[in-house]
């Protein structure tokens, strides 16, 4: 399997991503909102697009759907409940569907609402396992819920699905957050020694260039999956006294969730 990261350079900070089979040349194109250069990239490298994905229905992943379609002609994949909120969707996806691309590539499809509550990533298995996570998880960080998700629900989704992962799975988001993920997670975490290690190679960096981590990272340097760390927890409780002396994850997950919407 090939991977190609595309930086978008626009105001959203959004990444896209082109999954090619190095054997036929073809390749899928992940949220492809600035399609022209997900198209220039693929030219470049010799590979044809020969299916689009979308990993959930927002605008700033689906705005591109059109453009690449008229230009290759591959048809359009996405959850099967985002589908009408999409247009021109040609694949409804659901959990554990597999979508092959070309001879030799394989990923399977998670279905992971929170964010909203028809969001898909793909996981590619294999000695480098790597997931797409569109907007469920960031380098560092987790998705908001602000337009149609359940903080509940992306809860259940990092503690059955993600949390379970190999820890060497490769993390490709939809969007470049790191610097502020990780004053987000020093905020809550301030001794914690590899998220300070890693904002000082992140501040000032550039984007198309930014560290892909793993889960096994994500774990040491992500408040979202350090729900049972007594500093996150002291550290909430300061803004939250009535979680109590020892809430739940899911409560940590949840009271963090609504910090950092203001944060």
């Known amino acids: 399997m090939l991977t190609e990261r595309i930086w978008s350079g626009n105001s959203l900070r959004n990444f896209h991503y082109l999954i090619a089979c190095p054997e036929s040349g073809e390749a899928l194109a992940v949220d492809p909102l600035e399609w022209q250069l997900c198209l220039a990239a693929a030219r470049e490298r010799g590979w044809q697009i020969t299916q689009i994905l979308n990993t959930h229905e927002h605008a700033d992943h689906t705005g591109g759907n059109a453009g690449l379609k008229a230009a290759t002609r591959a048809p359009v994949l996405a959850h099967a409940a985002a589908a009408a909120h999409i247009g021109g969707v040609d694949r409804g996806l659901a959990r554990g569907d597999i979508i092959k691309v070309g001879r030799t590539v394989e990923l399977e499809c998670l279905d992971t609402p929170g964010h909203t509550l028809s969001h898909v990533c793909l996981l590619a298995h294999g ?72 904002l000082r190679q992140a501040r000032g960096h550039n984007p198309a260039a930014a560290v892909v981590t793993t889960l096994g990272e994500e ?45």
């Open 219 to 263: 774990k040491r340097i992500n408040s979202f999956f350090r729900l049972q760390n007594p500093t996150v927890i002291a550290r909430l409780r300061e803004s939250f006294p009535d979680i109590g002396e020892n809430p739940d994850a899911r409560t940590v997950f949840v009271k963090l969730r609504e910090l950092r919407n203001s944060w």
């Open 127 to 198: 000695e480098e396992p790597a997931l797409f996570c569109g907007d469920t998880l960031f380098n560092a960080g987790a998705g908001n819920c602000h337009n149609g998700g359940d903080p509940q629900r992306l809860y259940e989704t990092f503690a059955t699905q993600l949390a379970r992962l190999p820890d060497e799975t490769r993390v490709f988001p939809g969007h470049e957050y790191l610097a502020r993920n990780l004053e987000f997670t020093l905020d809550r975490e301030p001794g914690n020694p590899d998220a300070a290690r890693l």
